[in-house]
């Protein structure tokens, strides 16, 4: 049984915390920044360690849902920890995918053949990315989002719950793509696109 660490003990976190259980792994520890949270069900959550105190003898699971601090704690720790994935016994994943470091994959989700998902990317409850897709890096993927085939998603993009996105699309960097948009054009860098079909109506902050 293999052993994992958990950052974070948020309620993203007990998502995966139950993935993990659910492909029969062991979590060895729960560290959380938040000294509020002291526990998470029947573990005890730990502060987080400061840098070159971390225990090394298992691999980390970065257990949070937003984007930047996700690249924030990966990047920050490189060189002193590993991850691991967290996939879950009923996703549907082609033999043909390739996933990253890092990243969780939600019961229900569906990635066809020769997708390719980067580092730390959340794939959520019953999304679907077909074919030929590529996630960069930090990117989310919310519940109940379809991706078409050959959609490139850029690094840290959040695609929110029951969005679509039609064949070919290229979105950018650090996106948001509003709750059930439609998105039928490419997408620059920065952009929040929300509505049906999908329309650009500000930029986040680079």
């Not at 062991?26 to 920044?33: A, H, S, T, V």
């Not at 998603?153 to 979105?171: D, K, L, N, P, W």
């Amino acid at each position: 049984m293999q052993e994992v660490y958990l950052i974070g003990a948020s309620g993203h976190a007990k998502v995966i915390a139950e993935v993990l259980l659910e492909d029969d792994k062991y979590i060895k520890g729960i560290f959380e920044k938040n000294e509020a949270i002291l526990r998470l069900w029947d573990y005890r959550v730990l502060p987080q360690p400061e840098a070159g105190t971390w225990p090394r003898d298992a691999p980390y699971v970065i257990a949070v849902g937003s984007n930047r601090i996700r690249k924030y704690v990966a990047e920050t720790f490189q060189n002193e920890l590993t991850f691991s994935k967290a996939i879950h016994p009923r996703s549907i994943i082609s033999n043909r995918v390739s996933i990253g470091e890092g990243t969780v994959v939600m019961a229900g989700v569906t990635i066809n053949t020769e997708t390719l998902v980067g580092k730390h990317v959340i794939l959520n409850t019953n999304c679907s990315v077909d074919h030929e897709c590529v996630l960069a890096d930090y990117v989310h993927i919310s519940p109940g989002v379809s991706l078409a085939g050959d959609v490139q998603v850029g690094e840290g993009t959040h695609i929110g719950i029951g969005a679509s996105v039609i064949q070919g699309v290229r979105i950018g960097k650090w996106c948001t793509i509003g709750a059930g948009a439609v998105v039928i054009r490419d997408v620059p860098d920065y952009a929040v696109v929300v509505g049906s079909p999908g329309r650009i109506i500000k930029y986040n902050q680079a």
